[in-house]
């Protein structure tokens, strides 16, 4: 756990202090997000933690231990640090980049060997480009030395500086996606700081904003912050679409289903025509049990008593309940009748409605 | 030491010393007038040609390959060599061979600082007089050689204070100069007359190079800062010899 | 005597095949007089450039004071070094280490400012200490521009150990030396020839020696093809 208690950094020469008595508590295993406008003392923040930066007043402990009374750099070597310009050593090899911390610590050269191959695998480079110097790297490559450097000797916490600025939106998707995946195996204790807003609610477990002068703003998870912003500063820093983006943060379990136009085998057409005038469509879903055997438009029962012997269509999207609502809305407005379908495997679960949506953003 | 430092002080103060023919003022009047001559005559021959190729951005590897030659022959040498050469083509003892080997000196630097100075000139401005008419020369007159100035006299400034410094061995050649004091002390073993010496020739190469670096920065505007690590890279192929 | 001068020939060859043993303890000397010269200066402005660079204040002072140096003339100096030294080695030496100094030092200090600051700052913030962030981050990535620094130095230096032959040492000066007092005669321009084409052949030797010791020091430079 990592608490900063009225932590105040005023540097020499400034009048207004850079981060103005913050109070922050980080616990274990989560990934919190520094997020603000440039200048706002992200990086100062950050830097504090590992004394690159040195408080003015307040105090920094990691597990209830003061980090002034460490050695910095003993501190240093037990915390992983990842910067927007990765600064990986030029003049040595991809291997040795990783290998520095290991290195420091006095490793063994079989122990370092394992623990780079085993980071080259974490982080998905290729063995090949181990003997490699950073300039022979693409962007992509090289960020993902330099995270592979910071996790070298396995530091329980991870500072990240705007880890993804450096490199191009789909290589910068992808790298988020990677860091995830890293962290449900790892489940290491991470402090990101960006100023990407998108960045912050798709990484964060808690999303702390903080304005110029380094005043904490609102510090919570980041589906509390679009729904419940603190304040405008909060409010206007998410954005108006702050409830469109909330959508990603919500899965379709989390809500309740309607059962949607749906009637089980043997209906007859006048009580089939009713379900779909209630849901205002033009088509209805033939159920048994839980079991979905497909659907038929309302043309397709002209001069019919039930809706027994028809060819029924099957549904060609279908929705998880581990979908976001994002993607339900995504599905829905594409299906041109704006209801999905949610399946759980083979068990289908309900409908879900544009409109069952748009109650969520509102919310 | 005291008493050494109070023999040198006796020593200039006495007028003898002063006046005369071998007296300070007449052997600076040598240094200074055959180190003038030498830069200047090299400024002459070796600008022309440095400003014609740098205008038209060919011989680079020319640049670059005089100045290390330069760099690797020593000026003690030069000296040496200009002694015979100079009696082979009748031109005697004294003012030629100093002469001839300060001239030969002086050129490397100042050709190559000269021509990297304008070789230099962003393209971009040069492009952009042609594009306004300009005739080549006109280019060159207008435009390359007013931007290039300060690196210009630069080129002629550690030319010139290599060419001071250099002075110095004249003395070896049968010219006067300042050196006389300190070689012929050492023959005498005059220590007093030696450290005069030194200090003399020192005086008149720190006063070259402040008098160079007071006309700059009075005259000539700066048109570049240097002294990135890049420009020290550089530095390989300009900076000067030691004399 | 010095009508007769024109007929004869510059170079005599049997002198050079006579006298190879000479040539070569003469080239020794230089080699010996040119290494001490620079490996002490290097020393010397590796200390004056951490100095410098852990306490920017000195930087001015120290350049302005080696900069002073440099442009004294090689036989001023020595002028003031005689009377107190004599005429030995070491007063050759204090000379030629004084002239390395600024052109060391700039270059040191240079190369070390123009490694990247995002380096540094990982390299500090993954713990490593100021004295192993130096020896193992900055100097290694300074090197390109140290040891364009040191190619000027030394080949500046071997050109100046000629003077020394004026306070009695000189390596090949010595030869020109000399070749200077029997001017007029074939022995003397032989042996001034000999002294010179033997510098700059070492000059060039040491140049192209310290290019290679650079490109096997820094195999990240190169962009290798793959
Ligand atoms: N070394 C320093 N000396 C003086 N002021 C500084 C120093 N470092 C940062 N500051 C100031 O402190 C404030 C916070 O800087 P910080 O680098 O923490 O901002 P940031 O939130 O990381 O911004 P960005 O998103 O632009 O990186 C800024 O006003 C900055 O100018
Ligand atoms: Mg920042």
């Known amino acids: 756990m990592i608490e900063l208690t009225e932590v105040t950094k005023r540097f020499r020469g400034t009048r207004a202090p850079a981060v103005d008595h913050l109070t922050l508590t980080i616990t274990d295993g989560e990934v919190v997000v520094l997020v603000g406008p440039s200048g706002c003392g992200k990086t100062t923040t950050l830097k504090m933690i590992n004394r690159l930066i040195e408080p003015t007043s307040g105090t920094i402990s990691i597990d209830g231990v003061d980090v002034t009374g460490l050695e910095p750099h003993e501190l240093r070597r037990g915390i992983g640090y990842v910067i927007q310009q990765i600064g990986l050593f030029p003049h040595r090899t991809v291997r040795e980049n990783i290998a520095t911390v290991p290195r420091l610590l006095g490793w063994e050269q079989a122990r370092v060997e394992r623990r780079v191959r085993e980071l080259a695998e974490i982080t998905d480079l290729g063995a090949d480009m181990l003997d490699r110097y950073p300039s022979e790297l693409s962007g992509g490559q090289r960020q993902r030395v330099g995270v592979a450097r910071a996790l070298a000797a396995d530091p329980p916490i991870l500072l990240m500086d705007e880890p993804f600025g450096a490199v191009d939106p789909i290589v910068r998707a992808k790298l988020q996606d990677e860091l995830l995946e890293l962290q449900r195996r790892l489940h290491k204790t991470i402090v990101l700081v960006t100023h990407d807003i998108d960045e912050a609610i798709r990484l964060g477990d808690r999303v702390a904003i903080l304005s110029v002068g380094g005043h904490l703003e609102q510090y919570a998870p980041p589906e509390e912050l679009l729904r419940a912003p603190a304040n405008d500063f909060v409010a206007d820093f998410l954005g108006s679409d702050r409830g469109i983006k909330r959508l990603s943060l919500i899965r379709i379990a989390d809500i309740d289903l309607e059962p949607g136009p749906v009637v089980p085998p043997g209906t007859d057409v006048e009580r089939a025509r009713a379900v779909m005038a209630e849901y205002d469509t033009d088509w209805v879903a033939v159920v048994e049990g839980d079991r979905m055997l497909g659907w038929v438009t309302d043309d397709r029962l002209d001069g019919r008593s039930t809706i027994d012997g028809v060819d029924l269509e099957p549904f060609l999207t279908r929705l998880t309940p581990d979908d976001t609502l994002e993607e339900a809305l995504d599905a829905a407005i594409s299906s041109h009748t704006a209801i999905a379908a949610v399946f759980d495997d083979e068990r289908f679960l309900g409908m879900i409605t544009v409109e069952r949506i748009s109650r969520e953003i509102v919310r | ?243 | 005597m010095i009508a007769q001068v024109a007929d004869q020939p510059f170079v005599r060859w049997d002198w050079i095949v006579d006298h190879v043993d000479d040539i070569w303890a003469a080239t020794w000397e230089h080699i010996v007089l040119t290494a001490i010269a620079v490996g002490v200066g290097f020393v010397i402005s590796l200390a004056l450039s951490m100095l410098a660079l852990r306490h920017r204040r000195t930087y001015g002072p120290i350049t302005w004071v080696t900069g002073i140096l440099y442009t004294i003339p090689s036989l001023a100096l020595f002028a003031f070094l005689v009377p107190i030294t004599g005429l030995t080695t070491l007063t050759a030496e204090i000379g030629l280490v004084s002239y390395t100094l600024l052109i060391l030092i700039r270059n040191i200090v240079a190369g070390i400012d123009g490694v990247p600051a995002s380096v540094r700052e990982s390299a500090v913030g993954m713990g490593y200490t100021r004295r192993r962030l130096f020896l193992e981050i900055e100097l290694p990535l300074a090197l390109p521009v140290i040891v364009a620094g040191i190619r000027i130095a030394a080949v500046t230096t071997i050109g100046l150990v000629t003077i020394t032959a004026l306070i009695g040492k000189g390596g090949l000066g010595f030869l020109i030396l000399r070749g200077l007092n029997l001017f007029y005669s074939p022995v003397g321009t032989t042996q001034i020839v000999v002294g010179t084409v033997m510098s700059v052949l070492l000059a060039v030797a040491v140049d192209l020696s310290l290019v290679g010791a650079e490109r096997a020091m820094t195999p990240w430079a190169r962009s290798r093809h793959r």
């Open chain 2, 1 to 243: 030491m005291i008493d050494f430092l109070g023999d040198v002080v006796a020593w200039f103060l006495d007028p003898a010393h002063w006046l005369g023919s071998g007296g300070i003022l007449g052997r600076t009047w040598e240094h200074v007038q055959i180190s003038a001559f030498s830069t200047v005559a090299a400024a002459l021959v070796a600008l022309p040609p440095a400003i014609w190729m740098g205008h038209r951005r060919r011989g680079g590897i020319v640049a670059v390959a005089v100045v290390n030659i330069g760099r690797a022959i020593p000026s003690f040498a030069i000296i040496a060599l200009a002694l015979p050469i100079s009696i082979r083509l009748g031109l005697g003892l004294g003012f030629w061979p100093t002469f001839l080997a300060l001239f030969a000196l002086a050129l490397p630097p100042m050709f190559t600082n000269t021509y990297t100075g304008i070789a230099e000139v962003d393209p971009a401005l040069v492009e952009a007089a042609r594009g306004m008419g300009m005739t080549e020369s006109q280019i060159t007159t207008r435009v390359e050689i007013p931007v290039a100035a300060p690196v210009i006299v630069t080129a002629i400034r550690v030319s010139a204070v290599q060419v001071v410094a250099t002075a110095t061995l004249a003395a070896l050649v049968a010219w006067g100069g300042l050196g006389r004091f300190i070689i012929d002390g050492f023959a005498i073993q005059d220590n007093v007359m030696v450290f005069a010496g030194g200090l003399l020739v020192a005086g008149l190469a720190i006063a070259t190079e402040l008098g160079f670096a007071a006309f700059e920065r009075r005259f000539v505007p700066s048109t570049a800062s240097r002294s990135t690590s890049e420009d020290l890279l550089a530095d390989v192929t300009v900076a000067p010899q030691h004399g």
